[in-house]
């Protein structure tokens, strides 16, 4: 099979070859979008897909929502990973599109817990798995693609831009979020205005159909359909051997499950941190965690590049053993920054406005208590509000309290700096990991191989990050209240699980992953 090798260097441009990048970097940008901005709202959708009563319950239950898109993704690298390597990779990563951007736009869609009760979030969660699914056919399509497109010796850097479209993702859903906030106003968007990124995401997709549709095979695939090659049984072919299925294993437990955890603790964790741990306001924290991602993104290019000098494995396990080694100190020192309790009041500055407003089941007051501290300018902000029958009979119903911190030009700056260090350890795990995964398994079976060790370590092991940790704070903040000083610091003990994934997996990569590249026989 050696004598008939492709030589792709020679017969691909470099035109050709960015112009596959750009189509299937966009199609898996939106994909990534229109997943995350049900995380990126999740404070939000809490409160309009679950009841209100118990705000910690409804968080988790949002939560574990999202985190069900994650646990489907294996099944859906299975099912698209096959058929991606029975009809081809462009086709099938057409199918993922439709089918995620249609579940996000019905999202947008579905009347809220008030007006349809338990329907609200089991709606959701059936879209939610939907787009699971769709997304675990979606990434290892492009990375596969981009992958047979490029020259040997140089995918790290090639498949790096597909790397790029996950934080791209990110960084797009929280722009839209913020733009459509910031036009409507903060009652509007808490009201209906949250549903105008799920809707405008019809858009998105329609846009990249068109692109994708233009789009030719890979050609490492349509050079194994010309000579017959095909594997006709993807699924046994790649865990059903025992040599494969090591690869498999070891991808999983050598990196995958270890990049994972460092990507959402890096990016959906340290958000859901300074929102709910440290009370940043909204618009001020989702604009930290937006510039962090935006400065540290040309990073996956630069490790990716890297990584085909001196190798994959160094680079991976070097982000995660600074994710091990780091995350406590880091974690402790975003906390510090908006805990005003080790902070003097300047009781002078304190403002106390009230209001009231007429509400279809009685009047709503508001009282919105200002403070400000001796740290550069920190601002705190508790708006409690409470609902009182007009009928004065009828005794108020128990407050709703928001807390809201503001940081101050130096402290916001210095957050920024603390996300920023994590997402870089996000890049070096995942600037290299395509290539590392393509390289791993032979063209025939790749899509299906390497899909599914890529899910199950980041819709697993990643994707369940922030609701294990937010419940692991929960139950320790639960465990401090009942015994004051039982846990010193509750509010980190959500990182142990990240640390230990990460760690596992370094030992077991540096013990059993080999510093080159493995390029496989028939490509």
Known sequence: MSGSKAKKPQAISNRTLFSVISASSVGTLIEWYDFYIFGSL??????????KDNPT???????????????????????FGRLGDLVGRKYTFLVTLVLMGGSTFAIGLIPGYATIGFWA?????????????????EYGGA?????????????GYYTSFIQTTATLGLFVSLGVILLTRESLGVDKFSDWGWRVPFLLSILLVAVSIVIRLRMAESPLFSK?????????????????KKQNLKMVLLALFGATAGQGVIWYTGQFYALSFIQKACNIEFVQSNTIVAIALLAATPLFVVFGGLSDRIGRKGIMLAGMALGVLTYRPIY????????????????????????????????????????????????????????????????PTKPEITKAVTL???????????????????TMVYGPIAAFLVELFPTRIRYTSMSLPYHIGNGIFGGLTPFIATALVATATKANDAVPGSVAKPYLEGLWYPMLVAGVCFVIGLLYLNNKSYSTADD
Not at 42 to 51: H, N, T, Y
Not at 121 to 137: D, E, H, N, S, T
Not at 367 to 376: E, I, L, S
Request: proline share 4%; charged share 15%.
């Open 224 to 240: 194994l359909k010309t000579e017959g090659n095909l594997s006709k049984n993807p699924l046994a072919e790649s865990f059903g």
């Open 121 to 137: 979030p089991l709606l959701v969660l059936l879209l939610r798995l939907i787009q699971g699914l769709a997304l675990g056919g």
């Open 332 to 395: 402790d020192k975003m906390y510090s920054l908006a805990d005003v309790s080790q902070k003097q009041e300047f009781t002078d500055a304190q403002t106390i406005n009230r209001t009231l407003a007429k509400q279809e089941n009685g009047d709503l007051i508001m009282t919105m208590t200002t403070t400000h501290f001796y740290a550069g300018g920190l601002v705190a902000k508790d708006i409690e509000k409470s609902v009182t029958s007009s009928n004065a009979t009828n005794a």
């Open 143 to 155: 990375a596969t693609y981009v992958a047979e497109y490029a020259p040997e010796g140089r995918r």
């Open 42 to 51: 999740a404070a939000i959708l809490s409160s309009q897909f679950f009841p």
């Open 57 to 79: 319950a409804a968080l988790l239950s949002t939560l574990a929502t999202f985190a069900a898109g994650f646990v489907v993704r294996p099944f859906g690298a299975l099912v």
């Open 408 to 426: 101050p030009t130096g402290s916001f700056w210095l957050m920024v700096l603390l996300i920023f260090v994590q997402v870089v350890y996000v």
